[in-house]
């Protein structure tokens, strides 16, 4: 058996700043290393490659739960063994929050090894609209039909980490609210790197330069929702890749733009109220005025019939001309995306 080590296992959940952790510590896999702390690469090895995000290597190890949990423990003892003086490992798998058998990979390691998750958790009713336009609209094409089928399960902060609470003590478990208010420096990064304690300030690591895996504007992919001739998979990112390369930042969403009402949204909340309360008085103890903030009126717009087509209209225009430079226009006039 190899040295005692933590493992810090960023869990998640998907759409509460995990691409901006990744980019972050794959861009410090160097000054993190420094500091004890190994960050794998994507295939959870040593070496060159990208590294910090572990979504596929778990998908692919938590669809067989016996094989992937001794695959998992294999790899940890190879890195082990390799950086001897490491006091940390890092791994960060969004989608394992969600996993019901994802608690499972870990078993054996929380026995020879401090295992520490690390669970960032949203509004439900940002959550699963988030998780709508990042996944689920690429293979469905009725919102309401969804909605009626996941709320309630979905980003149901409660089962999560009851699931996890089988494997990992409670007190081994960091939960943080994914909302600016309550983020170190209003920040994801900022926040996620004061969990690692380190010495070193923030300002010491490299910083991504944008925003990573922003959303598109709900017009936009309202034109595509459930196209399978555009979208493989809920997977599939192609489009999204497309629309960056000819149009930039332009369609990127605004956070206060909504397909829902917000009565509509405080009934997604209400569905999930016995739940919030219960993550209240357990990990959040000292806060009396509700797991998150509450929704008001003003808090977002939801564009009407004619503004929606008004934009949709501009995006096709955009994308119309925007291949047309892509044609014709010589590879270092058109290097710099149309903003």
């Known amino acids: 058996m190899s040295e005692r080590r933590k493992i810090i296992v960023h869990?998640?959940?998907?759409?509460?700043?995990s691409s901006a952790i990744q980019s972050f510590l794959d861009l410090n896999v160097d000054a993190l290393r420094?500091?004890?702390i190994v960050v794998p690469t994507n295939d959870l090895g040593l070496g060159g490659g990208a590294c910090g995000n572990h979504v596929r290597m778990m998908k692919d190890l938590v669809a067989t739960p016996a094989e992937g949990r001794a695959a998992l423990e294999a790899a940890i003892k190879t890195i082990c063994d390799a950086?001897?003086?490491?006091?940390?490992?890092l791994l960060s798998a969004e989608n394992l929050a969600s996993y019901a058998a994802g608690p499972?990979?870990?078993?054996?390691?929380?026995?020879?090894?401090?295992?520490?998750?690390?669970?960032?958790?949203?509004?439900?009713?940002?959550?699963?609209?988030?998780?709508?336009?990042?996944?689920?609209?690429?293979?469905?094409?009725?919102?309401?039909?969804?909605?009626?089928?996941?709320?309630?399960?979905?980003?149901?902060?409660?089962?999560?980490?009851?699931?996890?609470?089988?494997?990992?003590?409670?007190?081994?478990?960091?939960?943080?609210?994914?909302?600016?208010?309550?983020?170190?420096?209003?920040?994801?990064?900022?926040?996620?790197?004061?969990?690692?304690?380190?010495?070193?300030?923030?300002?010491?690591?490299?910083?991504?330069?944008?925003?990573?895996?922003?959303?598109?504007?709900?017009?936009?992919?309202?034109?595509?929702?459930?196209?399978?001739?555009?979208?493989r998979d809920a997977h599939d990112n192609r489009f999204q890749d497309?629309?960056?390369?000819?149009?930039?930042?332009?369609?990127?969403?605004?956070?206060?733009?909504?397909?829902?009402?917000?009565?509509?949204?405080?009934?997604?909340?209400?569905?999930?109220?016995?739940?919030?309360?219960?993550?209240?008085r357990v990990y959040f103890p000292d806060k009396t005025d509700g797991l998150f903030r509450p929704i008001h009126d003003d808090d977002y717009v939801q564009p009407d019939t004619k503004t929606t087509m008004q934009r949709q209209l501009s995006f096709i225009v955009s994308i119309v001309f925007g291949l047309y430079r892509w044609r014709k226009e010589p590879k270092k006039k058109r290097g710099k995306k149309e903003g």
């Open 11 to 17: 869990i998640g959940a998907g759409k509460t700043g």
């Open 34 to 36: 420094k500091e004890g």
């Open 83 to 89: 950086a001897t003086d490491a006091t940390t490992i």
């Open 104 to 231: 499972s990979l870990f078993e054996g390691l929380a026995k020879d090894h401090d295992v520490e998750a690390i669970l960032y958790i949203r509004r439900q009713d940002e959550f699963v609209l988030s998780a709508w336009q990042q996944w689920n609209a690429k293979v469905q094409d009725d919102l309401l039909a969804w909605l009626i089928a996941v709320v309630g399960s979905l980003g149901n902060w409660h089962i999560y980490l009851t699931n996890w609470e089988k494997v990992i003590p409670r007190d081994k478990i960091k939960v943080r609210i994914f909302d600016r208010q309550q983020l170190e420096g209003g920040d994801v990064i900022a926040d996620f790197f004061k969990l690692l304690g380190l010495s070193k300030p923030l300002e010491a690591f490299a910083r991504p330069e944008k925003e990573a895996n922003p959303s598109f504007a709900d017009a936009i992919m309202d034109l595509v929702k459930g196209n399978r001739r555009i979208f």
């Open 242 to 280: 497309f629309v960056n390369d000819v149009t930039g930042d332009r369609y990127v969403k605004n956070s206060r733009e909504s397909m829902l009402t917000s009565a509509q949204r405080r009934a997604i909340v209400a569905r999930y109220a016995a739940s919030n309360l219960w993550v209240q």
